[in-house]
């Protein structure tokens, strides 16, 4: 996501994100915008709470960075070394042989 969305999202808002963002998987979960932690440097990120998810049920609150994140629904113009990386490993499983 480009900085200047990024710092535009508000409480509400559906975005998704790799968490964690520098694991070697890069999973995307689905979240909502929890809170806004407001940078008071020019040029500099917000601090955005997502709440996700948890896989055994629950919720919590992580804080990606905000190129480890994308709008919900993702735009589809969108440059994602992580996203990219995702879909060439899927590619790879799906083309794998299977042994019988």
Do not use: I
């Amino acid at each position: 996501m480009l900085k200047f969305e990024w710092n535009g999202l508000h409480v509400g808002d559906r975005v998704v994100v790799h968490d964690p963002p520098f694991a070697a998987e890069f999973p995307l979960l689905a979240g909502t915008v929890a809170m806004v932690k407001m940078h008071r440097s020019k040029g500099g990120a917000n601090g955005v709470g997502v709440r996700v998810v948890n896989p055994g049920g629950g919720h919590r609150v992580v804080w990606p960075p905000y190129l480890a994140a994308h709008r919900d629904p993702p735009d589809p113009t969108e440059d994602c070394w992580r996203c990219a990386a995702l879909v060439d490993t899927t590619a790879r499983q799906l083309a794998a042989p299977v042994a019988v």
